[in-house]
């Protein structure tokens, strides 16, 4: 019996409420039964059902498989009917930073769905990288180096940790020449990225004295195109903002070596069509992007 088939009868035993109830639902005989669940609670390591005055239920560790199991037996599901139909179905879970995702993965997502009317996709913005089985990810879009984690992962372009200010703040302040001169300055600090008040450079290490600490990106950038102060976002998050001339980049002689952007997938195994055909259209429209062309 294969660990699918162990799942469905599992799942059978809770909604039927007996072993003999599964039985006659999956039409098998009741020592069969008996069997699968036996050899899925041997595979588990814990007891996943216990008996009550009227009925089975649930122990919490088969309460929590029940909810895995019914996933998997979704997704198999979808993926067999996939491949005896033209029509893509289902539902897909993405992750993606939230200002890139916002800007550049949703206009795609949307274009995605909307040649593929019978799909879901489910957009999940954070700037840390999530744990795809603990958060039921199946495909990310990733900004810098991954860990080797035998990951699938395409690049679809790269991006920069710039230095910018607004012409009215170098105006009054003057810009600077060297990194070390940035302690003289007012700097805008997005303190998401970590708690180590510094900035890296080609060579060198900047301690910095914030004049303005926010956790979000879109705070920091409104305060430098105020003119309040230096930041220090992702080129992709200002090329409009440069391009305009509404920001000047600084020191870009000390900038960071450029980062990957890079479409992830936990694995290329067993990849349902919904999944293949939404990851190569990503692939196709963000690597087009102008913003993560080399800056």
Request: with cysteine; glycine share 6%; net charge neutral.
């Amino acid at each position: 019996m294969d660990r699918i088939d162990e799942l469905e009868v599992f799942i059978a035993i809770l909604e039927a409420g007996s072993l003999s109830g599964a039985a006659r639902r999956l039409r098998r005989s009741p020592p069969s039964v008996t069997r699968s669940l036996a050899a899925l609670e041997e595979r588990v390591g814990a007891r996943l059902v216990e008996r009550t005055t009227r009925r089975l239920a649930a122990t919490d560790a088969g309460l929590r498989l029940a909810d895995s199991a019914r996933r998997v037996l979704a997704d198999y599901q979808d993926a067999v009917r996939e491949e005896d139909s033209a029509e893509l179905r289902g539902k897909l879970r993405i992750t993606a930073p939230h200002v890139f995702g916002r800007r550049h993965v949703t206009p795609a997502i949307i274009a995605f769905l909307d040649l593929h009317p019978a799909l879901q996709v489910e957009m999940v913005f954070h700037d840390r990288n999530l744990d795809f089985i603990e958060h039921g990810i199946d495909l990310a879009v990733r900004i810098g180096p991954l860990p080797d984690t035998g990951m699938v992962a395409r690049k679809v372009g790269e991006v920069t940790r710039v230095l910018v200010a607004s012409p009215d703040y170098l105006a009054r302040r003057g810009a600077p020449a060297t990194p070390q001169e940035l302690e003289g300055h007012d700097v805008i600090y997005n303190s998401g990225l970590g708690n180590n008040t510094e900035w890296r450079f080609r060579d060198q290490v900047v301690r910095l004295t914030p004049r303005l600490s926010v956790n979000e990106i879109d705070a920091m950038l409104m305060a430098v195109l105020a003119g309040r102060g230096i930041g220090r976002p992702l080129s992709y998050q200002v090329a409009d903002q440069l391009a305009s001339g509404a920001l000047q980049r600084l020191l870009v002689a000390y900038e960071l070596a450029p980062v990957p952007v890079q479409l992830v997938l936990p694995s290329a195994r067993h990849m349902p069509p919904r999944l293949r055909a939404c990851f190569d259209f990503l692939l196709e429209k963000l690597s087009a992007l102008p913003v993560l062309s080399p800056f």
